[in-house]
């Protein structure tokens, strides 16, 4: 009997820790080092600046450009030109991410790689709410 009324005082004490909302995942740190051959799905972002990429670890990045990169939101593949070696080379600032327009190809070219954070997320939000990128 008593052991009866322990689990239940245990399953009763752990009660509101199960209640608690999880822990938001930690903000990677470092140099952002955004693989072309772990790419696993992209969004634009409007105005046609910055680019939102998933790697296969589902780790997100913000590519963003030195001007607008026109025709972005109608792409159907990513393809990147750098000065790395390999797929496994990190996309890094200057290199060029290849658009193909019709029958030309057009190149945008990165300005920054960083790390997609909630406070960037929500920064979009407000930027759309406000139409100051389109």
């Known amino acids: ?4 009324f322990l689990a239940l005082l245990m399953a009763v004490i752990s009660l509101p820790a199960l209640a ?7 903000v990677p740190t470092g140099r ?4 072309q051959g772990n790419i696993h799905d992209y969004q634009y972002v409007a105005g046609s600046r910055s680019l939102i990429v998933t790697d296969t670890a589902r780790v997100r990045y913000r590519l963003t450009f030195i001007s607008k990169c026109y025709d972005i939101d109608r ?6 030109k750098g000065r790395g070696v390999g797929r496994l080379s990190c996309v ?3 290199d060029s991410m290849l658009v193909q327009n019709g029958g030309s190809t057009r190149e945008c070219i990165v300005r920054e790689v960083e790390y997609e ?9 407000a930027a759309m709410s406000t139409r100051r990128l389109r």
Do not use: K, V
């Open 117 to 125: 954070t909630p406070f960037l997320d929500r920064a979009d939000l």
């Open 1 to 4: 009997m008593t052991r009866y």
């Open 75 to 80: 792409q159907f593949g990513l393809r990147f």
């Open 32 to 35: 952002a080092c955004l693989q």
């Open 20 to 26: 608690q909302p999880p822990e938001p995942a930690p």
């Open 92 to 94: 890094a600032q200057g």
